[in-house]
């Protein structure tokens, strides 16, 4: 009787670990910044609204909200459109604290059938300040609107490049899995592996850090964007003493009922 009940609370113990687990877990995948722009009033202008601006803090270059049905989740997305030389987006969102660690950065982007001129870019920087101040691009995402392919420009040493073909008429993900603490990423474009190297290069201002996205248009067609997404994915502690009892446990379990 005695080594039944240890065996049901050992179970039970095994259970309660397995579902904080879990549930550590997914709270460590909970985002640590989104930006849906549903907030904003659609047509709205979005530099000076939840941190964004323009390039180099230019607000003759800022981007539009634009209401459904180009929306990944209702009602906003963000308009990346350029008509002419002095008409064009470039979008700047900034972060100080991400230096280290792994972190996911991903958003959703659509691109109409009718989107064939130019080319539109997506980039994170790792350093970035205004004006004179040091930038440096760590991934700078092409998307040739002309030729329907989606290219990584930043082609540092050992760097697996692989162009993808672009797709139309759908939302689809974007993601950049990025190890700050060794110097590594691996980007996505709508599931599939496009890019994979070192996160920044070994330029002057290169820097440990994800510190900005930047949406830009030269002279093309819309682009749009939304749930920007920043993730941070610790690794902590408990979720290891927790699987590490769970195994001891289960192996123990499996010894005393063979």
Same mark, same amino acid.
């Given at each position: ?36 722009? $549903? ?33 990944? &989740? ?12 002095? &008409? ?25 059938? !009718? ?20 930038? $440096? ?9 002309? !030729? ?6 930043? &082609?540092? !040493? ?58 830009? &248009? ?41």
């Amino acid at each position: 009787m005695m080594a039944r009940m240890k065996t049901q609370t050992l179970k039970s113990l095994c259970a309660t670990g397995a579902i904080a687990c879990c549930l550590i877990t997914a709270s460590a995948w909970a985002a640590d910044y989104l930006e849906n722009f $549903d907030t904003y009033v659609p047509g709205s202008i979005v530099g000076g609204q939840g941190g964004w601006k323009g390039w180099d803090n230019d607000p003759l270059v800022v981007a539009t909200t634009y209401a459904t049905p180009f929306g990944y &989740s209702p009602l906003n997305s963000v308009f990346i459109y350029g008509s002419s030389g002095t &008409s064009y987006t470039d979008l700047v969102h900034e972060w100080g604290g991400y230096v280290s660690g792994h972190v996911v950065f991903s958003a959703r982007q659509y691109i109409p059938t !009718t989107s064939t001129a130019g080319t539109s870019y997506f980039i994170l920087l790792d350093n970035y300040h205004d004006g004179a101040g040091a930038k $440096d691009w760590a991934a700078q995402t092409t998307f040739n609107l002309a !030729t329907g392919k989606v290219h990584e420009d930043n &082609s540092y !040493t050992g760097t697996v490049r692989t162009d993808r073909d672009i797709v139309r008429n759908q939302w689809v993900e974007i993601e950049y899995d990025i190890f700050l603490t060794g110097n590594t990423a691996t980007s996505y474009y709508n599931g599939q592996v496009f890019s994979q190297g070192p996160w920044h290069g070994t330029g002057v201002n290169a820097i440990n850090a994800l510190m900005a996205v930047d949406l830009y &248009s030269d002279v093309s067609h819309p682009v749009y964007y939304d749930d920007i997404k920043i993730t941070v994915i610790p690794e902590p502690a408990s979720v290891t003493l927790f699987a590490v009892f769970g195994l001891i446990a289960g192996a123990w379990l499996r010894r005393k009922n063979a």
